[in-house]
Protein backbone atom coordinates (compact mmCIF):
# COMPACT_ATOMS: atom_id res chain seq x y z
CA UNK A 1 0.00 0.00 0.00
CA UNK A 2 1.55 3.57 -1.21
CA UNK A 3 2.01 6.12 1.81
CA UNK A 4 3.11 9.75 1.72
CA UNK A 5 3.86 10.85 5.40
CA UNK A 6 4.54 14.24 6.22
CA UNK A 7 6.28 15.22 8.91
CA UNK A 8 8.20 18.83 10.41
CA UNK A 9 5.43 21.09 10.83
CA UNK A 10 4.67 23.22 13.68
CA UNK A 11 4.55 26.50 15.31
CA UNK A 12 6.95 28.79 14.55
CA UNK A 13 7.37 32.78 14.54
CA UNK A 14 7.09 35.08 12.08
CA UNK A 15 10.78 35.07 10.37
CA UNK A 16 11.66 31.70 11.56
CA UNK A 17 11.97 28.54 9.40
CA UNK A 18 10.61 24.40 9.20
CA UNK A 19 11.97 22.20 7.33
CA UNK A 20 9.00 19.38 6.35
CA UNK A 21 9.84 15.74 5.34
CA UNK A 22 7.74 13.43 3.16
CA UNK A 23 9.01 9.79 3.31
CA UNK A 24 7.29 7.77 0.73
CA UNK A 25 6.56 4.04 1.16
CA UNK A 26 5.03 0.94 -0.82
CA UNK A 27 6.34 1.84 -3.71
CA UNK A 28 9.38 2.73 -5.88
CA UNK A 29 8.90 6.37 -6.51
CA UNK A 30 12.61 7.21 -7.36
CA UNK A 31 11.07 7.89 -10.79
CA UNK A 32 8.03 10.51 -9.65
CA UNK A 33 8.11 13.99 -9.65
CA UNK A 34 7.47 14.98 -6.15
CA UNK A 35 5.69 17.85 -4.97
CA UNK A 36 4.32 20.17 -1.86
CA UNK A 37 0.91 21.96 -1.65
CA UNK A 38 -0.63 23.79 0.87
CA UNK A 39 -4.24 24.64 1.92
CA UNK A 40 -5.42 27.37 4.28
CA UNK A 41 -8.60 27.65 5.50
CA UNK A 42 -11.37 28.69 3.10
CA UNK A 43 -8.68 28.44 0.16
CA UNK A 44 -8.29 26.11 -2.58
CA UNK A 45 -5.24 24.16 -2.45
CA UNK A 46 -2.50 25.46 -3.85
CA UNK A 47 1.35 24.76 -5.81
CA UNK A 48 3.87 25.02 -3.60
CA UNK A 49 6.77 23.59 -5.21
CA UNK A 50 8.08 20.02 -6.75
CA UNK A 51 11.51 18.60 -8.14
CA UNK A 52 11.50 16.07 -10.83
CA UNK A 53 12.96 12.41 -10.13
CA UNK A 54 16.59 13.22 -10.94
CA UNK A 55 16.35 16.03 -8.82
CA UNK A 56 17.45 18.39 -11.33
CA UNK A 57 14.61 20.01 -12.48
CA UNK A 58 12.66 22.41 -9.84
CA UNK A 59 9.13 24.48 -9.82
CA UNK A 60 8.05 26.98 -7.65
CA UNK A 61 4.74 29.49 -7.36
CA UNK A 62 6.25 32.69 -8.20
CA UNK A 63 5.30 33.90 -4.92
CA UNK A 64 7.55 31.65 -3.14
CA UNK A 65 10.94 31.72 -4.59
CA UNK A 66 13.88 32.77 -2.44
CA UNK A 67 12.18 31.86 0.55
CA UNK A 68 11.05 27.91 -0.14
CA UNK A 69 13.47 25.52 -1.27
CA UNK A 70 12.36 21.62 -2.41
CA UNK A 71 15.14 18.50 -2.31
CA UNK A 72 14.74 14.89 -2.36
CA UNK A 73 16.44 12.16 -1.47
CA UNK A 74 15.96 9.00 -3.50
CA UNK A 75 17.60 6.42 -1.49
CA UNK A 76 15.50 7.26 1.47
CA UNK A 77 12.36 7.55 -0.61
CA UNK A 78 11.79 11.25 1.03
CA UNK A 79 11.48 14.77 0.03
CA UNK A 80 11.56 17.92 1.64
CA UNK A 81 10.66 21.32 1.80
CA UNK A 82 12.80 24.24 3.54
CA UNK A 83 10.84 27.34 4.28
CA UNK A 84 12.54 30.05 5.76
CA UNK A 85 11.60 33.90 6.58
CA UNK A 86 8.16 32.68 7.40
CA UNK A 87 5.36 35.02 6.96
CA UNK A 88 1.90 34.66 8.84
CA UNK A 89 0.63 34.37 5.51
CA UNK A 90 2.12 30.89 5.35
CA UNK A 91 0.14 29.27 7.53
CA UNK A 92 -1.59 26.25 6.16
CA UNK A 93 -1.61 22.40 6.31
CA UNK A 94 0.76 21.21 3.83
CA UNK A 95 0.54 18.06 1.39
CA UNK A 96 3.12 16.03 -0.24
CA UNK A 97 2.26 14.29 -3.64
CA UNK A 98 3.89 12.21 -6.31
CA UNK A 99 3.04 11.71 -9.91
CA UNK A 100 4.52 9.80 -12.80
CA UNK A 101 4.86 12.45 -15.13
CA UNK A 102 6.85 15.17 -16.17
CA UNK A 103 4.08 18.22 -16.58
CA UNK A 104 1.59 19.82 -15.21
CA UNK A 105 3.90 20.50 -11.91
CA UNK A 106 1.36 22.72 -10.69
CA UNK A 107 -1.90 21.42 -11.35
CA UNK A 108 -3.46 19.26 -8.28
CA UNK A 109 -5.39 17.12 -10.40
CA UNK A 110 -2.25 15.38 -12.28
CA UNK A 111 -1.10 13.89 -8.81
CA UNK A 112 -1.81 10.41 -8.29
CA UNK A 113 -0.61 9.84 -4.52
CA UNK A 114 -1.00 12.35 -1.63
CA UNK A 115 -0.41 12.59 2.28
CA UNK A 116 -2.12 13.46 4.84
CA UNK A 117 -0.87 17.16 5.46
CA UNK A 118 0.83 18.33 8.36
CA UNK A 119 -0.30 21.50 9.96
CA UNK A 120 1.99 24.84 9.56
CA UNK A 121 1.17 27.57 12.23
CA UNK A 122 3.37 31.10 11.83
CA UNK A 123 2.44 33.59 14.52
CA UNK A 124 2.76 37.00 13.96
Known amino acids: QVQLVESGGGLVQAGGSLRLSCAASGGTFSRYTRGWFRQAPGKAREFVAAISWGGIRTTYADSLKGRFTISRDNAKNTVYLQMNSLEPEDTAIYYC?????????????????WGQGTQVTVSS
Open 97 to 113: AAKNSISNDYIVEEYDY
